[in-house]
């Protein structure tokens, strides 16, 4: 009987499953159309040349002689980058007389919508850069590069560095201005030695390596290393646990004012007297150096003495 009453409102369920599966059935197919639309290719008849759009943008291809866009079109004989490989095919634009709907204005599109037009060609070079937190934070391409008229560093940027990144990254700019600095306003270094723009694996865009005291350390080939005895800090944290990228008040960008001060945030129970100081609990009297000379690492010591 039990069965019997099971296989009654099997069949009583089965028109509101066939409907159900119809349904999501219809609806999946109407997703795969429109997906396939979105990533159809364009008729090859529609696009009509940058020569003609030059007739009527004649101030904007002048200004596009030396852009690296143009280069590449004119170095595969016009088949690389041009008006239309940007702007979508330009037929329809031209027939109705200039009607601006009819051709994509990167001007007026969403910041999403542009990336995703310059990334059309960009995404092998910058393959992190949806996942980056200028993306997240709505910066686009265009926010900092101008296609038309940008030039500055060969770019394309809108400005050279550090100016165009201190128009957002605001404290930062204080704190290149510190009286201990990377000397990034003088011109010696810029934002993109460390930092990649376009997104790393890594947070604040900081460049990724293999080892990633190599951002530092690519300069500062003194403290590079290998070293037979490792200070532990510098290998599992880095060179920011005891210094400030940027900019500080303290000597050598340090992150507390003395250096002992800094040693003893790992090492407090040492600055109780005997050979560490001469009164109990001294922080300042004898500076740790003093005798710890090779704190990055020692290939002789394993307490970093000379």
């Known amino acids: 009987m039990k069965r019997f009453v099971l296989y009654f409102a099997l069949i009583a369920l089965l028109p509101g499953l066939s409907t159900r599966a119809g349904f999501l059935f219809a609806a999946g197919a109407k997703q795969q159309t429109a997906v396939a639309q979105k990533v159809a290719a364009p008729n090859p008849a529609d696009f009509i040349g ?10 904007l291809v002048k200004k596009f002689g030396d852009n690296p ?3 590449l079109a004119l170095k595969n004989h016009g088949t690389g980058a041009t008006c239309e490989s940007c702007h979508g095919p330009g037929k329809a634009h031209v027939e109705g007389g200039g009607d601006v709907t009819k051709i994509k204005q990167l001007a007026k599109m969403p910041t999403k919508a542009v990336d995703e037009t310059c990334l059309g060609c960009h995404a092998g070079t910058h393959p992190n850069f949806l996942r980056s937190p200028h993306a997240k934070a709505g910066v686009g391409c265009t926010s ?16 050279s560095q550090p100016k165009l990144c201190y128009q957002c990254h605001a404290d930062q700019k204080a704190q290149f201005n510190m009286p201990i600095h990377h000397k990034v306003n003088e011109g010696l270094l810029k934002c993109s030695d460390c930092h990649d723009v376009h997104g790393t694996f890594l947070a604040n865009n900081l460049k990724s390596t293999e080892d990633q005291n190599q951002v530092c350390t690519k300069c500062h080939t003194d403290v590079r290393g290998p070293f037979v005895f490792e200070h532990a800090p510098v290998r599992a944290e880095g060179c920011v646990t005891c210094h400030t990228p940027h900019g ?4 050598r960008l340090l992150n507390a004012p003395s250096i002992a001060t800094l040693c003893n945030q790992c090492h407090s129970p040492l600055s109780a007297g005997g050979v560490h100081g001469l009164d109990p609990g001294s922080t300042t009297v004898t500076p740790c150096i003093t005798c710890h000379t090779m704190i990055h690492g020692s290939n002789a010591s394993q307490a970093f003495v000379r």
């Open 248 to 251: 500080s008040q303290n000597p």
């Open 144 to 159: 900092c590069h101008s296609v038309h008229a940008g030039d500055t560093e060969g770019k394309l940027l809108k400005a």
């Open 50 to 59: 940058s020569e003609v759009c030059a007739t009527c943008h004649a101030d």
């Open 69 to 71: 866009h143009q280069k």
